[in-house]
Nanobody
Framework: QVQLVESGGGLVQAGGSLRLSCAAS????????MGWFRQAPGKERDFVAA????????YYADSVKGRFTISRDNAKNTVYLQMSSLKPEDTAVYYC??????????????????WGQGTQVTVSS
């Protein structure tokens, strides 16, 4: 079993930056592909970014490419999402997720086995 706890959310003005963190405990974190998803009120939970277990491969939704950066520190059992040039449409609850899939890093919800409780990000215009 893996427990994921997100932090770092908050209120920021458009154009600002935030860094989200996701701390993992339980099974070996370094073996997991990790992802970030977000869900705005009344909308589906959408893929934001993912990173392979080694950190060598990263994937982004088109809407955040060039503005967000996913990274991980396996020694600290933590994955990060650095968000820059934030827009009001980035407002959502952001969720961290872990995948047990081997040799692939999924970019859809169905590929993830563990989820955090979410952290709210609000971008004001």
């Amino acid at each position: 079993q893996v427990q994921l706890v997100e932090s770092g959310g908050g209120l920021v003005q458009a154009g600002g930056s935030l860094r989200l963190s996701c701390a993992a405990s339980g099974r070996a974190f370094s073996g997991y592909g990790m992802g970030w998803f977000r869900q705005a009120p009344g909308k589906e939970r959408d893929f934001v970014a993912a990173i392979s277990w080694s950190g060598s491969r990263t994937y982004y939704a088109d809407s955040v490419k060039g503005r967000f950066t996913i990274s991980r520190d396996n020694a600290k059992n933590t994955v990060y999402l650095q968000m820059s040039s934030l827009k009001p449409e980035d407002t959502a609850v952001y969720y961290c997720a872990g995948s047990l899939l081997v040799a692939t890093t999924p970019t859809t919800k169905s590929g993830y086995d563990y989820w955090g409780q979410g952290t709210q990000v609000t971008v004001s215009s």
